[in-house]
C-alpha cells in the first residue's frame, strides 16, 4: 500500500508541478495574483510579464484588460528563458506589443536604483504584535527574521537598498472592474442558465459573482476605469524613482500592478511554519530585464530554491 502525503495548506495550479519536479516549467495565468501567490504557496520563482508583454491567444478569458500569462520556473534564469521564447505579437491578440525584451544576466547589478517598501517588512503580520495569540506573536517574529535575512542578502550581493513608500491610491475601489469584465465574459452562461450547473454556487462563489455584476452600473464602470487611468499614470510616475522595487509577499503592490499591468517576479525566501514564503520583485513597465537581474542576484546569494518544504506521510 503506498503512501500518501498529507496537505494541510491548499496550494493550487501548476505550481505544484513545478515544486515537485514534475515539470520543467508551467505556464500560468494572472489576473490579480494566480502567478505570484502560487509561486509563494508552493516555493516556486513565479514572473507575471507586463500586461501585453505576452499574447492570450488560447487562454480562456476572465478580465481583457487585466489577464496576463507569464513562466512558473523553479529558478530566475529559467522563468527568462521561457519568457524569451513567449513574449511578442503572434497575430491574435492585438493588446501585445513588439517591445524588446533585454535579459542580461551579467549586467551590472550595483548601478541599479532598487527601492524597498520599508513599512511593508515591519507591517503588523511581518515584525508587528502578534496580540495576545503566542502562535501568531512567533509567526510574526519568525517572518521579520525572514525578510530582514532577505534584505541582507540583498545588500551582501551587492544592492543598494534605498527606503520606498508606496503612494497612496485607490486600487481596492476599483477592483470591480475585474467582476465586471469577468461577468461580461461569461455572460452567455448565465443569460441562458448554465451558469447553474457550475460546482460551486455560494454568496462569493463565481456564478454568483456573475449574476450580481449584470447591474452594476455603466457610470461606475466607466468612472472606475477613468481612476485606473489615473491609477497607472501614477504608478508609472512612481517607478521612474526605481529600477526594482522590493516588497514582502502580501502587500498591496499585488493588487496595484495587476491594475496598472507592472510586472512581478515571486522568489522563494525562506519558510515559517514549514510554510514557503516569497519575495516579491516590481518593475517598470516592459523592463523584466531588470527585475529579472535583480531577482538573479537576490537568488545567487541564497539556497531558499534548492529546498523544499517537510512533507508528513501517512
Not at 516555493?43 to 507569464?70: C, E, F, H, N, Q
Not at 521561457?82 to 491578440?93: E, F, K, S
Not at 529600477?243 to 498591496?252: F, I, K, N, R, W
Not at 515571486?266 to 511554519?273: D, L, Q, R, S, T
Amino acid at each position: 500500500m503506498g503512501h500518501q502525503c498529507r496537505l494541510e495548506r491548499i496550494v493550487g495550479g501548476v505550481g505544484v508541478c513545478d515544486a515537485g519536479g514534475l515539470v520543467g516549467f508551467s505556464i500560468g495565468t494572472e489576473t490579480l495574483g494566480s502567478i505570484v501567490s502560487p509561486s509563494s504557496r508552493c516555493g516556486v520563482t513565479g514572473l507575471r510579464p507586463t500586461y501585453g508583454r505576452v499574447s492570450r491567444y488560447g487562454a480562456m478569458g476572465l478580465s481583457w484588460t487585466m489577464d496576463k500569462i507569464g513562466p512558473l520556473c523553479r529558478s530566475v534564469e529559467d522563468c527568462a528563458l521561457v519568457l524569451n521564447a513567449m513574449y511578442g505579437p503572434d497575430g491574435h491578440d492585438v493588446t501585445t506589443i513588439d517591445a524588446p525584451f533585454d535579459w542580461n544576466p551579467a549586467a551590472p547589478f550595483a548601478s541599479l536604483k532598487i527601492g524597498y517598501v520599508k513599512a511593508e517588512f515591519e507591517r503588523q503580520g511581518f515584525g508587528g504584535r502578534g496580540g495576545n495569540n503566542p502562535n501568531a506573536s512567533q509567526a510574526a517574529a519568525d517572518r521579520k527574521k525572514l525578510y530582514d535575512g532577505a534584505l541582507d542578502a540583498l545588500r551582501k550581493a551587492g544592492a543598494k537598498l534605498e527606503e520606498a513608500e508606496l503612494p497612496q491610491t485607490n486600487a481596492q475601489q476599483i477592483v470591480f472592474l475585474l467582476q465586471a469584465e469577468a461577468a461580461a465574459a461569461f455572460d452567455d452562461i448565465t443569460r441562458d442558465g448554465r451558469v447553474t450547473t457550475l460546482r460551486s454556487q455560494g454568496a462569493g462563489d463565481w456564478p454568483n459573482s456573475f449574476r450580481t455584476s449584470r447591474v452594476i452600473p455603466a457610470v461606475e464602470y466607466i468612472r472606475a476605469q477613468r481612476g485606473r487611468t489615473l491609477l497607472q499614470q501614477q504608478m508609472d510616475e512612481f517607478m521612474q524613482n526605481w529600477d526594482v522595487l522590493v516588497v514582502p509577499q502580501g502587500t498591496a503592490t499585488l493588487t496595484i500592478t495587476n491594475l496598472t499591468g507592472h510586472p512581478q517576479i515571486a522568489v522563494p525566501c525562506g519558510f515559517v511554519n514549514n510554510a514557503p514564503q516569497s519575495i516579491i520583485f516590481t518593475g517598470r513597465l516592459y523592463e523584466e530585464g531588470a527585475l529579472l537581474r535583480v531577482a538573479l542576484a537576490y537568488e545567487q546569494a541564497t539556497d531558499w530554491h534548492t529546498m523544499h518544504p517537510k512533507m508528513d506521510w501517512v
